[in-house]
Nanobody, 125 residues
């Protein structure tokens, strides 16, 4: 079992930056591929970015590529999402998720086994 707790959300103006963190419990954090998803009001949950458990391979949604950076610190059991050049359409609840398939980079929410409670990001125009 892995427990995930997100933090770092808030209100920011368009063009600004935020860094989200996701603290994971347990001693096997590096064995999980991790992902960030988001859900805006009235919309389905969508993939944002993913990173492998080891090796640091990453993959991004086209909508955030070159603006967002996913990273992890396996010694601190923490996942990060650095978000730059934020736009109003980035407004959503952001969730981190853990995938037991260590090296699989998946964009599908159904491939992830554990989820955090989410953190709100609001970008004003």
């Amino acid at each position: 079992q892995v427990q995930l707790v997100e933090s770092g959300g808030g209100l920011v103006q368009a063009g600004g930056s935020l860094r989200l963190s996701c603290a994971a419990s347990g001693r096997t954090f590096s064995s999980y591929a991790m992902g960030w998803f988001r859900q805006a009001p009235g919309k389905e949950r969508e993939f944002v970015a993913t990173i492998s458990g080891i090796g640091g391979r990453t993959y991004y949604a086209d909508s955030v590529k070159d603006r967002f950076t996913i990273s992890r610190d396996n010694d601190k059991n923490t996942l990060y999402l650095q978000m730059n050049s934020l736009k109003p359409e980035d407004t959503a609840v952001y969730y981190c998720a853990a995938n037991r398939r260590t090296i699989t980079l998946s964009t599908m929410a159904t491939m992830y086994d554990y989820w955090g409670q989410g953190t709100q990001v609001t970008v004003s125009s």
